[in-house]
């Protein structure tokens, strides 16, 4: 389910059919619950299989498994199975989710209720991944789509495409954060160079928006020196785009 430009940047919540919906949390909701929750939050919902064995120090124990048994394995069933691990899965859900949460034990699954108390739909293994995905698309963070991997039907097959998931993860992981990219940063380099936007009323704001702003800070930036280039020197090679500024800058399908 992959969200539309105009969707992602709407502060209106995003509906998944038979589930619930998905807001992008306002700066000040996140304020409210504090940065470390809402990191918490995040790690919890973007966890993989991998970093469910890690945190438990399982670690030795993944490793031996093979891709066949790895893809029997259901995340959310496994996250849902003690109860205080389920309460914090619940927590991080309804920071996320407008609509009133319970646990259905007998079911496994999260009931969805409306504000009047008409059922709006469900959260089980079958959509988690869809629901933690549209999360994540709303949180400015690039769709991670998870392959199905139980649709392979070759042993050898699901064995190799479960090492180049299994790369690819590692991959990632050894990226090294860039501190001028942690989200305070972004909140006062915002605030500072927009000439609408400052410190008192940037809170306003969902996430998305605001690293949308940013790029979009940024972009115009870089357009204002080569304008002033090319009213100073000419543009002799006809490099300059005088329509970039409104260019796209989001380009999730």
Not at 214 to 231: E, H
Request: glycine residues 4%; hydrophobic residues 40%.
């Amino acid at each position: 389910m992959k969200l539309n430009y105009f969707d992602l940047l709407s502060p209106a919540p995003v509906a998944i059919p038979n589930a619930c919906s998905i807001v992008s949390p306002r700066l000040k909701d996140i304020s409210s619950i504090g940065f470390a929750a809402y990191q918490y939050y995040l790690s919890l919902l973007f966890m993989d299989m991998k970093a469910y064995f890690s945190l438990n120090g399982w670690e030795d124990a993944y490793e031996k498994l093979s891709g066949t048994e790895l893809a029997q394995l259901d995340l959310f069933d496994l996250l849902t199975a003690e109860e205080n691990r389920r309460q914090l899965l619940m927590s991080a859900l309804r920071f996320f989710i407008p609509e009133n949460l319970t646990y259905a034990k007998e079911k496994n699954c999260f009931l969805v209720h409306n504000a009047d108390g008409s059922r709006r739909g469900t959260i089980s293994g079958e959509n988690y991944a869809l629901i933690c995905d549209v999360i994540r698309q709303r949180n400015h963070f690039k769709s991670a789509v998870q392959e199905d991997l139980t649709k392979i039907k070759s042993k050898k097959a699901l064995e190799i495409a479960q090492k180049l998931k299994q790369g690819r993860a590692q991959k990632n992981a050894a990226a090294r954060p860039d501190d001028n990219m942690e989200l305070g940063n972004i909140i006062s380099a915002v605030a500072g160079k927009s000439q609408t936007l400052n410190l008192l009323n940037i809170w306003d704001l969902t996430v998305f928006q605001l690293w949308d702003t940013f790029f979009r800070l940024s972009s115009n930036n870089l357009y204002a020196i080569q304008s002033m280039s090319v009213a100073a020197w000419g543009d002799k090679n006809n490099h300059f785009d005088a329509a970039s500024w409104f260019k796209r800058i989001n380009h999730e399908p």
